[in-house]
């Protein structure tokens, strides 16, 4: 009998020491490179290789003794890839209760209104935090890994998107493409009546531009007006930014004369309605005041050099202010 005792209490007895052991160790503050310390975990990282990339960043920690612990308290299968930081203090029990929340470091990114999806684009592939799966596509080719068709231009929502370090650009996209889609069917849905728009990307293309001759807001809801009402008389829209979107990298920061007479889709000068796509990114205000704009009987605006702009209804006023606001400016 007595042995049969010994018997059974060397397992448990073995039990209590691993135990103890393991107790020990995941609570003891562990040993960092730095403080703070930032380290990734791979997607698709089991367990096993999750504790190697944690010991390689400068965790000093046995990674197999971690993987131990993650096993033996069930969290081998919860473990969540992305970006994280430790500080000082840090014990395998916290950190191992860290990366099953997924609580990951977070980076931002801002796109500003009125940039083109060139300008966007541009401002991704600098972004130390983002992974760059769209290196290498075309514009077509980002819109179909999107689920979408048609131009990429102005269909992302301009905003500051906060994501996890190490996310793909291609996250950041679908984000800011479906944030679009919500927004303009939302105020698309509460226009306002008899506008000239087919459809909301029409609208859009509006906005766009709306987006790109506003210099003061207050001034938002009376341009879209003065283009709203050309629209509906047949006008040319004859508005710059269109011209200069069509010229691509040819613009040189000087708009001609020859530049205004040669025709091509996004010439306004030559072309009744409106271009073919948008021509940069709108913000919310921008798509507000082309469904909300002013009631006026405004069909021309000039700047009057202070990012302000002076509104007239016929060709003669206009042409007063022309004078006024411009070609004394000239002078």
Known sequence: MRW???????????????????????????????????????????????????????????AWQFTLLGRALGKAA??????????????PLTLLEKLTRGDVTQAEIVLLEGWTFRQMRAALDAHAHVRHDTAGLTERQI??????????????????YLFAKGSSDLEVLKRSYRQMEKLLLTEWEQRQANLPYASPYEALIMASIVEKETGQSQDRAQIASVFINRLKKGMLLQTDP????????????????????????????????????????????SIQ???????????????????????????????????????????
């Open 143 to 160: 819109m179909e890994k999107l689920g979408a068709e048609g131009t990429a231009e102005g269909r992302f929502f301009p905003d500051t």
């Open 242 to 285: 269109t011209v200069i979107y069509g010229l691509g990298e040819r613009f040189d920061g000087n708009l001609r004369k020859r530049d205004l007479q040669t025709d091509g889709p996004y010439n306004t000068y030559t072309r009744t309605g409106l271009p073919p796509t948008p021509i940069a990114m709108p913000g919310l205000a």
């Open 78 to 91: 919860e473990i969540k890839a992305g970006s994280y930081q430790v500080a000082e203090g840090v014990t």
């Open 4 to 62: 049969l005792l010994r018997l059974i209490g060397l397992p448990l007895a073995a039990a209590l020491v691993f135990l103890g052991w393991m107790g020990y160790f995941a609570t003891q503050p562990l040993a960092l490179q730095a403080s703070p310390l930032d380290f990734t975990v791979k997607a698709g990282s089991t367990l096993r290789s999750a504790s190697r990339q944690i010991e390689e960043a400068g965790v000093a920690m046995p």
């Open 289 to 331: 005041a082309t469904l909300h704009p002013a009631r006026t009987d405004a069909y021309y605006f000039v700047a009057r050099g202070d990012g302000s702009s002076q509104f007239s209804r016929t060709l003669e006023e206009h042409n007063r202010a022309v004078a006024k606001y411009q070609l004394r400016k000239g002078n």
